[in-house]
């Protein structure tokens, strides 16, 4: 009986340390599935002659188009982003930076996105130039 007060004070602490423990929901993750620079402007305007057709990716502005997958098991919100890597920052002005933001992606959905926001005509720019950001945000419940 003279472990009575170690074993009691033992259990109170095992007891304070789980009831505060946080909860930690599923691993987030997603997929991009496609990315593609697309001109912002419309294919259908003419250039500086009437009736001169204008090549769409020599006009400013560029977007990114594509599609991601929820690969997690929960609904997520997802934001992705696209901005000059530094070594292209090196080299160049930055170019603004793509962005889109997707509310409630289930899982296994597999959504379009439409980040606009790069200030460059898309026959400038190389995928390799770019760093890509895709953040999930869980919508856990426990």
């Not at 170690?6 to 304070?16: K, N, S």
């Not at 929820?70 to 793509?98: C, D, F, K, P």
Request: glycine fraction near 8%; proline fraction near 8%.
């Amino acid at each position: 009986m003279r472990n009575t007060p170690l074993v009691l004070a033992l259990g109170a602490a095992a007891l304070v340390f789980t009831s505060c423990d946080n909860v930690t929901g599923p691993p987030l993750t997603v997929e991009v599935v496609s990315q593609n620079l697309v001109p912002t402007a419309s294919a259908t305007q003419t250039g500086p002659q009437v009736g001169a057709p204008v090549d769409p990716p020599a006009i400013c502005c560029c977007r990114v188009k594509g599609q991601v997958r929820n690969t997690s098991s929960i609904t997520v919100h997802i934001e992705l982003t696209w901005q000059l890597s530094s070594a292209a920052l090196a080299s160049r002005a930055s170019i603004g930076q793509a962005r889109d933001f997707l509310r409630d992606v289930a899982p296994g959905e597999t959504r379009s996105y439409d980040a606009a926001g790069l200030f460059e005509a898309c026959n400038k720019i190389a995928f390799g130039d770019l760093n890509r950001t895709v953040t999930p945000f869980g919508l856990f419940n426990p």
